[in-house]
T-cell receptor, first 113, second 110 residues
């Protein structure tokens, strides 16, 4: 089963709101990722967690705050976002240390008003 | 210079045609290579990993040329359902993050 789930599917939030995106996988993968994707562009890496520790932060603004409560879960906390943050947010996982193949969740389509 | 370069297309081909996509990469330390497909407003899905010896999965064949630093994807007997964006993806030795090409848009026409 190569399934990564994400909730919610869609989210509309105001610039003063606080919300969270959630991601879950039960493949025993030890690396999890957050990506941001704008229309007609490839995914852009935001964060990488390896063995539940943050290993890569691609200079993401602090209004995005990742959290990895355990090896199956990944959250992205959102606060004081800007309209330009509207995008598809994708979660992925991979089976370190032996495989770099990443499996993506269906994404959360975020609109900031 | 971008890590991964792809022709963005679009490629418009009739059903049954054979179509090939190429992708070049700049870092010789690149280690693992993949093709992903992405349908409109959906997530990328792993199509196939690419091995040095080349690999085939049904109508799809992937090749890797390390000397020239390019990978290719060949689709034979195109189906309407093959219409999607195809992303060339790689990672580098010692890193667990992926580098994505900009994607090549394919439309198969009846």
């Amino acid at each position: 089963d190569t399934e990564v789930t994400q909730t919610p599917k869609h989210l509309v939030m105001g610039m003063t709101n606080k919300k969270s995106l959630k991601c879950e996988q039960h493949m025993g993968h030890r690396a999890m990722y957050w990506y941001k994707q704008k229309a007609k562009k490839p995914p852009e890496l935001m964060f990488v967690y390896s063995y539940e520790k943050l290993s890569i932060n691609e200079s993401v603004p602090s209004r995005f705050s990742p959290e990895c409560p355990n090896s199956s879960l990944l959250n992205l906390h959102l606060h004081a976002l800007q309209p330009e943050d509207s995008a598809l947010y994708l979660c992925a996982s991979s089976g370190l240390p032996h495989s770099y193949e990443q499996y993506f969740g269906p994404g959360t389509r975020l609109t900031v008003t | 210079r971008k890590e991964v370069e792809q022709d963005p297309g679009p490629f418009n081909v009739p059903e049954g045609a054979t179509v090939a996509f190429n992708c070049t990469y700049s870092n010789s330390a690149s280690q693992s290579f993949f093709w992903y497909r992405q349908d409109c407003r959906k997530e990328p899905k792993l199509l196939m990993s690419v091995y040095s010896s080349g690999n085939e999965d049904g109508r799809f064949t992937a090749q890797l040329n390390r000397a020239s630093q390019y990978i290719s994807l060949l689709i034979r007997d195109s189906k309407l359902s093959d219409s999607a964006t195809y992303l060339c993806v790689l990672n580098q030795a010692g890193a667990n993050n992926l580098f994505f090409g900009t994607g090549t848009r394919l439309t198969v026409i009846p």
